[in-house]
């Protein structure tokens, strides 16, 4: 089993940054893969972000390239998404989760159902 915690979600105003934080335990492995994903209200949850434990790719999802940034603390097995530039439209529930295997194609990556394991989502408002 792995286990997902975020952190680091609040109310911030348009133009601002915030850094969410996952950290992961239990059994995981060198081919995890950890996204980000969100869910604002009424609407179907979608993806953000994905980074591969093993060579640190990533893909991001075209309305937060170049805004967003995903990256991985190896020794403290914990993921990070730096969010900068935040607009009202960001305003969302997000969520960390887990491939275990990693043996999802790229193309597929992206697709909330290839992860097995989920965190709790933290707040994220952003409003003036």
């Known amino acids: 089993q792995v286990q997902l915690v975020e952190s680091g979600g609040g109310l911030v105003q348009p133009g601002d940054s915030l850094r969410l934080s996952c950290a992961t335990s239990?059994?995981?492995?060198?081919?995890?893969?950890t996204g980000w994903f969100r869910q604002a209200p009424g609407k179907e949850r979608e993806f953000v972000a994905f980074?591969?434990?093993?060579?640190?790719?990533?893909a991001y999802a075209d309305s937060v390239r170049g805004r967003f940034i995903i990256s991985r603390d190896n020794t403290m097995n914990t993921v990070s998404l730096q969010m900068n530039n935040l607009k009202a439209e960001d305003t969302a529930v997000y969520y960390c989760?887990?491939?275990?295997?990693?043996?999802?194609?790229?193309?597929?990556?992206?697709?909330?159902?290839?992860?097995?394991?989920w965190g709790q989502g933290t707040q994220v408002t952003v409003s003036s």
């Open positions: 239990g059994r995981t492995s060198r081919n995890l893969v």
């Open positions: 989760a887990a491939d275990v295997t990693g043996r999802t194609i790229w193309s597929e990556q992206a697709n909330s159902a290839r992860y097995d394991a």
């Open positions: 980074i591969k434990w093993a060579g640190s790719r990533t």
